[in-house]
C-alpha cells in the first residue's frame, strides 16, 4: 500500500487549503483513513479520519467546524478541506490507513504518506 498526499501550500490567515490522500495497493480491507498534523517540537496531533465503510466521520476540537474530511472511493482518495486557516495549523500534514483499531491514534495507522507542508501566514 502507498499514500500519496498533496495539496499542501502557503497560504494567509483566514484562506483555505484542499489536500488530498491517494491510496494505491491492496486497500481493499482498510478501516479508515485518518489526517495528522506535526508541527517543529511538537508530537504528530490528529486531525480527522473517515471510515470507508459508512463514511463516518471525526474530528478533532481544533478541526470540528473549519475542516471538512471526504472521501471518493472510486478514486481511492480522501480529502481534507481545511477553511478559515490559522498561524496555528501551520505544519506538516500526514495522511495514514487504518486496518483496524481506534482512529484517532498514530499507534493504531498502519500506512502512512509522506507528509504535505502547510503554512499559515499571519
Known amino acids: 500500500v502507498q499514500l500519496q498526499a498533496c495539496g499542501g501550500g502557503l497560504v494567509q490567515a483566514g484562506g483555505s487549503l484542499r489536500l488530498s490522500c491517494a491510496a494505491s495497493g491492496r486497500t481493499f480491507n482498510s478501516y479508515g483513513t485518518g489526517w495528522f498534523r506535526q508541527a517543529p517540537g511538537k508530537d504528530r496531533e490528529f486531525v480527522a479520519a473517515i471510515r470507508w465503510s459508512g463514511g463516518l466521520t471525526y474530528y478533532s476540537d481544533s478541526a470540528k467546524g473549519r475542516f471538512t474530511i471526504s472521501r471518493d472511493n472510486a478514486k481511492n482518495t480522501v480529502y481534507l478541506q481545511m477553511s478559515s486557516l490559522k498561524p496555528e495549523d501551520t505544519a506538516v500534514y500526514y495522511c495514514?490507513?487504518?486496518?483496524?483499531?481506534?482512529?484517532?491514534?498514530?499507534?493504531?495507522?498502519?500506512?502512512w504518506g509522506q507528509g504535505t507542508q502547510v503554512t499559515v501566514s499571519s
Open positions: 495514514a490507513l487504518n486496518l483496524g483499531g481506534s482512529l484517532f491514534v498514530t499507534t493504531s495507522y498502519d500506512y
